[in-house]
């Protein structure tokens, strides 16, 4: 099972160039708003043609410029799942499943097919039942049930937690990434949310402006995110200017401080960043004196706000984040951070 995806599009002030190359598992597009995810995964789907490039699952082009191919959308074997699920809400369970089964199977198939889908997705006795009658879950139940029975080599899915409230959503995540398992399909998904990029996604492509700042295997790329686009993506709250300064060190002039990082530092550095629970209070390697600016209480959690003693006070404080559990008993004058929790950033 694989994917390949290499598009370039212009859409008036906006150009898509995206490219990336998965050997299966779910591959996760994360990015803004407005930041081509969903017109990456239309351009897969057929619904958008790239000026030019390349689509191909499973080494059969479905997209080829060079090759003058454009695989209509209904023959590309692709399904997917839009952000509402699209249900028709004056049918049954049963008929919409049936109603999305391609032409060409007898009656005796469709039944079948539709039995299969209603056991495999644990929908047994909800056949009669309407969109309005079914939960959130049962919902996306159904409408993967719809693109299943025919299928698919693979699944788009766009955005399909954005409307949901944070407790819905985490359950329908766990019982997404079970069906998912179970059908062993190759699975593109688009989100903006960086929890559901890291629980779901095997590899991960994160999208800027149109453009790919970065793509591998998801754990590496919260580890090493590369870019400064994709620190910020993948939760890090302390981005800052920097400069190489030595084989190992980096200048940062809006904190006043240099710090050594655990791999040499390229040329091209534009930015470090420092992940908030990456910080230890009092002395230790990379320690510089602070100032305390503020605390935020969080549900499970605390933020300490500093600022180094160098720094200017409109510059954006450093946050320091830590288990409620774990609150300091006197707020420390030094924080310091280990080379290895020193994110090099390139562009």
Not at 96 to 103: A, D, G, L, P
Not at 135 to 140: E, K, M, N
Request: charged share 25%; with cysteine.
């Amino acid at each position: 099972m694989a994917i390949d995806v290499n598009v370039r599009k212009s859409l008036g002030s906006f150009s898509l160039d995206v490219a990336f190359s998965s050997k299966g598992g779910i591959v996760g597009l994360l990015g803004a708003s407005g930041s081509g995810k969903s017109k990456t995964l239309q351009c897969i789907a057929g619904i958008e043609r790239p000026d030019e490039g390349r689509v191909a699952v499973n080494g059969k082009p479905l997209f080829d410029s060079g090759s003058y191919i454009d695989m209509p959308v209904q023959k590309r074997r692709v399904g997917y799942l839009f952000q509402d699920y699209a249900l028709f809400p004056n049918m049954t369970v049963e008929e919409n499943i049936n109603y999305s089964i391609r032409k060409g199977r007898s009656k005796a198939e469709r039944t079948a097919a539709i039995a299969s889908m209603v056991n495999r997705l644990r929908l047994d006795g909800l056949e009669r039942n309407k969109p309005a009658q079914l939960s959130g879950g049962q919902q996306q139940r159904v409408a993967l049930a719809r693109i299943l029975v025919n299928e698919p080599e693979v699944l788009l899915l766009d955005e399909p937690f954005s409307a949901l409230d944070s407790y819905l959503k985490e359950k329908l995540m766990i019982e997404l990434s079970e069906t998912l398992a179970q059908f062993r399909k190759d699975v593109v998904l688009v989100t903006h949310s960086r929890d559901e990029a890291y629980q779901l996604c095997d590899s991960l492509a994160i999208l800027s402006d149109g453009k790919l700042e970065v793509f591998g295997e998801t754990k590496a790329v919260f580890a090493q995110p590369r870019t400064r686009a994709a620190a910020v993506l993948t939760g890090c709250k302390n981005v800052v200017a920097a400069r190489k300064d030595g084989d190992c060190t980096a200048r940062i002039p809006e904190w006043g401080i240099t710090v050594t990082a655990a791999e040499p530092v390229g040329d091209t550095l534009c930015a470090v960043g420092i992940r908030a629970h990456s910080f230890k209070g009092g002395e230790r390697k990379n320690s510089f004196a602070v100032r305390f600016v503020e605390e935020i209480e969080q549900p499970f959690e605390w933020v300490l706000k500093f600022r180094y003693d160098g720094q200017q006070d409109k510059s954006p404080a450093i946050w320091w984040r830590f288990p409620k559990d774990r609150y300091p008993r006197d707020i420390p004058s030094c924080l310091g951070v280990a080379p290895e929790d020193i994110l090099l950033l390139y562009k």
